[in-house]
Each structure stands twice: as C-alpha cells, then as structure tokens.
C-alpha cells in the first residue's frame, strides 16, 4: 500500500499570507466543530451518568469540574463556538446555492456574524450568571 | 483508478456531502434545543430534575444527528491534515469508535430515564 499521499508541490508556507477575514472564519469553522464535537461527547456522556450512575464518585468529580473556573471558561468558548458554527453554516448552506458571493456582501456578512456572535455569547452568560 | 480505491472516505464522496447537508439542516433548530437542554443541567445541578427541558425525544434526534454530523465534519478535517494515509485510517476508525460508544450510552441511559418515569 502506498503510504503516503503524492509528492505535490507546496504552496507557500502560511504565514506568507494576509489571510482575509472569510479565511479567517472558514478555520475557526473547523476549529469549532471540533469544540463543538469535544463539548458534546463531555456533555453526552455526563447525561448517561445522571440517569444511569447518579451517585457515582466520577460523576462527581466531573461536576466539580464543569463548574469551577476552567470549566466555566470551557463552556463560554464551548458556546461561543456552537454560535460560530450555527452562523457560519447557515452561510455555507447559502454558498452551496451559489448565494453571497460578492465582495460586498462577504465583508458584510463577517461583520454581522462577528458582532453577533459576541452578542449572543454575552447574552446567554449574562442570562446564566446574573438572572 | 482502483489503487487508492479504499484509502478515502468508506462511503461516496457525493453522499457524504449530501448527508452533511441534510444533518446541517436538521440541526438548525434540534442543536439550539440540545444546548440548551444540556447547559442549563449544568448550571442546575447534577440530579435527573436537572434536565428541564430533556424531551427525551428531541433528545435522541438530537444526541445522534449531531454526532453524526460531526463524524462526517471530523472526517473530512483529518483526511485533510494527516498525510499518512495509515495514521489518517486509524484515527477515523477511532474517532468512529468513540462516537459510537457514546451515542450507545446516551440512548441506553434516555431509554432508562424514560421507563423511569412510567
């Protein structure tokens, strides 16, 4: 079996590049899903615990962790991400229609979902720290 | 053509885009519901009472849909990034592993919190 893939030629490394702000939003798309995937597993798996374990030691521990600093840092980004990829997918499933394309509306575009996406995020741990 | 023919993804290319699609799609609506469901059991506590808004069916579509999704998200971003077709291999059967295990146990433990409350 071939172990690695084709010897291609190498675009240039990437800090050469300004990357524009769409680029910028397709990597934190992935880098998000991933968050988004690592919440989900912590989150599913504690679900099982509370019906199936409630008063087992782990389960403990792990609720101790979830609400001390780190964790409250963790689920912050967690949601943060979750509204970054909502955002950002509802738009690839406008690129997939061939919609929003133009320049005008891209720079548009980013602004909007980057101002929402900080508004959103301040509401809801507004809405869970303070009401 | 048939040389590399089993190193990529294991279904069509072509399927896994549409089934990303339609996961997406579905997910609009169910995701907002599961973080919610799934937050606020947090910040409340760590009894069954916690889960307020866990309709155990919206639940389940939930817990599954989107890990789905995210194994076909996770999937294109390894076969992306990991050039060592053997390593890319193990990894997505891993990542598969896991989610599996995972998507068992909550379905067993929704099963079980419902005939609970009968």
């Known amino acids: 079996m071939q172990r690695f893939a084709k010897k291609l030629p190498l675009s240039p490394h990437v800090q050469i590049y300004r990357l524009p702000w769409v680029a910028i939003f397709s990597i934190s798309h992935r880098l998000s899903g991933i968050i988004l995937f690592f919440g989900l597993l912590l989150l599913s798996w504690r679900y099982a615990l509370v019906v199936l374990q409630p008063h087992s030691c782990i389960l403990h521990t792990l609720n101790y962790c979830l609400v001390s600093k780190v964790g409250i840092a963790f689920f912050m980004l967690w949601t943060m991400s979750f509204y970054l990829h909502l955002l950002h997918g509802i738009r690839h499933l406008f690129w997939d229609f061939g919609i929003g394309f133009k320049l005008k509306y891209l720079n548009l575009c980013n ?9 959103l995020t301040v509401i809801t741990w507004f809405i869970i720290l303070y009401v | ?81 990991v050039s060592c077709l053997i390593l890319r291999r193990w990894i997505i059967l891993l990542v598969k592993f896991i989610t599996i295990v995972s998507v068992a146990a909550s379905i067993l433990a929704i099963i079980v919190s419902v005939k609970n409350n009968f």
């Open chain 1, 111 to 119: 602004v909007l979902i980057g101002l929402t996406i900080i508004f």
């Open chain 2, 1 to 81: 053509m048939f040389k590399n023919f089993n190193l990529g993804s294991s279904e069509s290319a072509t399927a896994h885009w549409w089934l990303q699609r339609v996961t997406a799609i579905m997910l609009i609506p169910i995701a907002c519901y599961l973080v919610i469901a799934l937050m606020s059991s947090v910040i409340h506590g760590n009894n069954i009472q916690s889960f307020v808004f866990s309709n155990p069916v919206v639940l389940l579509l939930g817990i599954t849909i989107s890990m789905y999704h995210a194994v076909l998200g996770i999937q294109v971003i390894i076969e992306d990034y």
